[in-house]
């Protein structure tokens, strides 16, 4: 296989640098293919329902919002939205764990709401008007939403095995 690898290689260094890197990413990319988790191809896909959930929040806070208020609630709603998001996808999760799991996992998200606040509190104290001016209400609504967003999806990755 090594020697296979090497005339490979060989070869695509002779086509040039950037194609060489292309196919050797590609390569490479093959190689670690299976070093992938299994997800269950039988459950659906609920990142991918969940990232079109979203759309509609994303929208109207990219392209609808045209006054720092309009932001301001297109954030909130978005933030309520990922927050109802989050008790589905952890309520799924323990459904579907065993009594163990369920403990640890419970204790994964004590710890990780103590993060969220204090994750909060970072993102208020930091991004202030005085600090970056009138754009703080955005940034402060993005990040905040981004930490919930984020967990939502961790939760439904770990739905995808079971």
Request: hydrophobic share 40%.
């Amino acid at each position: 296989m090594e020697n296979i690898f090497e005339k490979y290689l060989l070869e695509v260094v002779k086509m040039g640098k950037i194609i060489a890197i292309f196919y050797i990413t590609l390569l490479l990319a093959g190689f670690a293919a299976p070093c992938r988790a299994s997800d269950n191809p039988d459950v659906p896909d609920y990142v991918t329902d969940f990232q079109q959930r979203t759309l509609v929040f994303e929208v109207a806070i990219h392209q609808h919002a045209k006054t720092t208020q309009d932001s301001l609630k297109a954030y909130a709603d978005y933030e309520q939205f990922l927050d109802k998001e989050l008790n589905e996808a952890y309520k799924s999760l323990i459904a579907k764990l065993g009594t163990e799991q369920q403990a640890k996992i419970k204790q994964s998200q004590r710890n990780w709401v103590k993060y969220r606040d204090s994750e909060f509190d970072f993102i208020a104290k930091n991004w202030t008007a005085k600090n970056f001016g009138s754009s703080a209400v955005l940034s402060r609504g993005a990040y905040r939403t981004t930490v919930i967003r984020d967990r939502v999806t961790l939760f439904l990755h770990y739905l995808k095995n079971y």
